[in-house]
């Protein structure tokens, strides 16, 4: 396989977007990261999606971006792996320029949800379970999740107040991310008087239903060396599934996809949990993050709450995770957010994270998780 | 690029399948072909489909079918380029093995159109064109192309009943198509009595909305050594789109998403149109055969109804078209149609194709095209 590089990130803020459509924060996003690799015009596009059709009517939104953003008779088509399309376009866009088929191509990612009824996209994103054996006897998303918290919270006879510390840090990191949706700090007390969901799930355990675009510029060595003297290689791209229902798993608290995923990336690096220097965890709700730091390897199962707990996620830690906000605190535009987790890792391993900025960074990880754990992608990066 | 071979072929047949959820004819049709092959598990799963969010509330599509195929923790993800999505599948898993990541994936396409009332059905569909231009002011994605329809008349000063060539030829080739949906001949007679959909359009001219799945394996040169003596190889492979929108084109009738797929197909192929023994077309409206037939080179502009008048398109003919009886009277499950054209482009190489054997085959074109034309994927297949 040929080598492939990052050389260009483009992004919107995340947030409630209602005065803009759908296909100009797309084409926004890939722009603005056409513009950062200093190219015309990408060779390829492929873009992360996951509800165009149901909250926009919208299909065949490769098409439509690769249109507006004014990409000509470009190849282009949409990924769509739920709350990971976003991570699962960056893989696309990697085996294209890998495969030798492009040279320069752009991973995009971008969704809009607020503008059905939140009811609506309640429904829609229950989607990413299972609609026949799940979704269809009423159980929402963040319900299927709540299982799952509930479980953890049983089995490893931990607090519920203890998952406060992915929040707690992700809003912290948000604080200097401009294109954040919470930028204001949270507490402990915050975490412990927020309002239930899904119990035990809170509003503070829960990434917010957002609008927003990311896109990557992806090409070979040569046009890398070209292009930029600081670009950013791949060593690692792997996409794995589990079942697709949380009942047919023999261990649910064992994310056998974010597992694989996680493995065949370090694998194909060359590198362990040892090496990562920060990781860009899919947040979505805090028990996911928890989820996958030990699906990853990065602690013993069962370990995660301690491990945060003790001050090793935080951007001085051992291990910083969700460094510009993650998905709680910068938002979860859900087929973006993958795209955006990469964005943010680029902007660390070439130093430009503000306030947030891990010092003296060399290698990150990526990891975008759609349906219930039921699917995972994850990208190492090294600068 | 490392080569890619077609090594098995599975499908369901075309048809309402009210009794048959989406999962198991995307299982079936990927399992029809994992047998074929005689393969165990292939790595990686791409699936081609339009509509799963808005027909079946179901999104995740690849973990889905991964998971009920027997397929376990591969790697697996949705393809959409609206009506080509199965052309796009096909093009994703080329992409795949192409690159080395993978030795043996699937692609397949899967669409069930037939549960909702025919109005929510529409209106899906007219996602395939542009929502906020287009489809927002109440124009059907049947309306649209009778439009185009409507312009090749005017243009080339044709008969609306020469249209009929087309509808012919493809009822005739199903015959022989136990997987086909209309196996019964039609008339000229027929033709000239079909109501109205959207004038010109007539309900002959049209493709039914339909359900099935059909998939392909493909794999690398070593592989396909290993696995078959009657592999094909994929010679050249192209995706390209055009604006979105029928009303940002400078020529309307030129199709540039086509011309400039087939052309980057015949490109790497190393071969011309003379070179194609037959051609898989995408006859979704008659008016699509004819200018697929013009914007592929096979004949020139407006060149397309005396062609198929003068019996060139038949089994016989000088240029075969639809030659299993094509979206026309096999029937068009949208995002599966791509995959069944490439399954019965293998069927026909490896002489499997009964009544309607194409004789000597060698070189085969199928075109997946998505949208007005917006979006188109060639493929050049060869024995």
Not at 57 to 68: H, K, M, R, S
Not at 289 to 296: G, K, Y
């Amino acid at each position: 396989m040929r080598e492939v590089y990052i050389v260009g990130i483009g992004q919107t803020p995340v947030d409630e977007h209602w005065d803009r459509p759908l296909r100009e924060l797309g084409a926004d996003a890939a722009n603005a990261a056409v513009k950062d690799a200093k190219i015309d015009c990408p060779q390829a596009l492929f873009v992360g999606n996951m509800l165009s059709g149901c909250t926009c009517g919208q299909e065949n939104l490769g098409t439509v971006i690769a249109d507006f953003a004014g990409f000509n008779g470009i190849e282009a088509m949409k990924i769509e792996t739920a709350c990971a399309s976003g991570g699962a376009a960056v893989r696309a866009a990697y085996l294209a320029v890998a495969s030798g088929a492009h040279d320069v191509v752009v991973a995009l990612g971008v969704e809009k949800l607020t503008d059905l009824p939140i009811e609506g996209t309640t429904a829609a994103l229950a989607g990413a379970a299972d609609a026949d054996y799940e979704a269809a006897h009423g159980v929402t998303f963040t319900a299927l999740n709540a299982l799952m918290m509930r479980l953890y919270i049983e089995r490893y006879r931990v607090r519920k107040d203890d998952f406060a510390a992915f929040v707690i840090n992700a809003h912290n990191h948000a604080k200097s991310n401009p294109n954040a949706m919470f930028r204001r700090p949270v507490t402990l007390e915050d975490y412990a008087r927020s309002p239930m969901v899904a119990e035990p799930i809170c509003i503070l355990d829960s990434s917010p239903v957002a609008d927003g675009a990311a896109a990557v510029v992806l090409c070979s060595a040569d046009r890398a060396r070209a292009l930029s003297d600081q670009s950013i290689r791949i060593l690692g791209s792997a996409l794995a599934t589990d079942t697709i229902g949380l009942g047919s798993r023999r261990e649910t608290l064992r994310c056998e996809a974010i597992r694989r995923s996680a493995q065949l990336a370090f694998k194909q690096a060359g590198v362990g949990p040892q090496d990562i220097d920060f990781v860009e965890l899919h947040d979505a709700f805090s028990i996911v993050a928890a989820l996958s730091l030990e699906a990853s390897g990065f602690v013993k199962d069962g370990q995660a709450l301690p491990f945060a707990l003790e001050g090793n996620i935080g951007i001085a830690g051992a291990l910083p995770c969700s460094t510009r906000g993650g998905l709680k605190a910068r938002g979860h535009p859900v087929g973006a957010s993958g795209v955006y987790q990469v964005v943010e890792a680029v902007q660390q391993l070439r130093g430009q994270a503000g306030d947030s900025q891990v010092k003296g960074c060399r290698v990150a990880m990526t990891q975008s998780v759609g349906g219930l754990a039921s699917v995972a992608v994850t990208h190492i990066l090294g600068a």
